[in-house]
């Protein structure tokens, strides 16, 4: 089949390398814009277009397809060019209206990193964690107008471990969605099957994965010990729970784990200090070990070179 992949990050380059490994013919690669990053602000390629490049693909960035402007007319019309049997979309970015998503053939496949139609949207991943979820998955979506509302082709359910992190979790599910993905794929029937039995979603099952803010990751130390290391999991690797030594004295929380140890001290107190990591009072009478720390401007540091730093003291509440 002649397929146009569009996505931005290293979640959709996963599915891109999958597919590239296959017979089917990748006629075009879209993906965002150049954007500033890292402390210098150079424009920096998505990983999506790092993959394309070094493998010869013909790469396409516009800024939009809105029919509202010269560019997304231009834009439209140059997707259409290539004749596309169907477009892979994976975490791209932009918004396709109508006449993109009727372009193709096949019209257009999302995976969607959840079990729709629960977590819609941006942070379906974090979303996951932060709710306690047992389980999530990624869905093989026929893309519609609206978001994330169209119908499913086929699903992969994942277990959510208590070890699992938002960063675990995605590299999980971004195999899972690139498996998934050929998987529809296999050729143009089996993607006529998988159309013609699609699943409509349950609009009543619904709920909408809003995007990660950051003030969200800060820490409300009479939240209990479970309910924190749901957040400390959540927001790992971006972007970090943290919480306040003083004023305009930030500590980031890579790591902690729920421990059995009751007390009747003020939540955010610090109650012991050793190898395996700061002990720190919780909501409900619940305790949380944090085991992975970092100081503004510095590194994350482990339990024991936490306790080196002595920077933390016994009866210290964390604010």
Known sequence: MKIIFAGTPDFAATALAALFKTEHDIVAVYTQPDRPAGRGQKLTASPVKQFALEHGLTVMQPEHFKSSSEEGILAQQQLAAFAADVMVVAAYGLILPQVVLDTPQYGCLNIHASLLPRWRGAAPIQRAILAGDNETGITIMQMAKGLDTGDMLYKVHCPISAQDNAATLHDTLAI??????????????????????REVQDESLSNYAHKIVKNEARIDWTQSAQTLDLHIRGFHPVPVAFCWLAENSPLRIWSAEPIEHQHQAQCGEILTIGKQGIVVACGDATSLLLTSLQWAGGKPLNAVQIMQTQKLQIGQVLL
């Not at 998934?180 to 296999?186: E, K, R």
């Open 176 to 197: 899972l969605g690139a498996e998934a993905i050929t998987q529809v794929l296999q050729s143009k029937e089996s993607l006529k099957t998988y159309q013609a039995q």
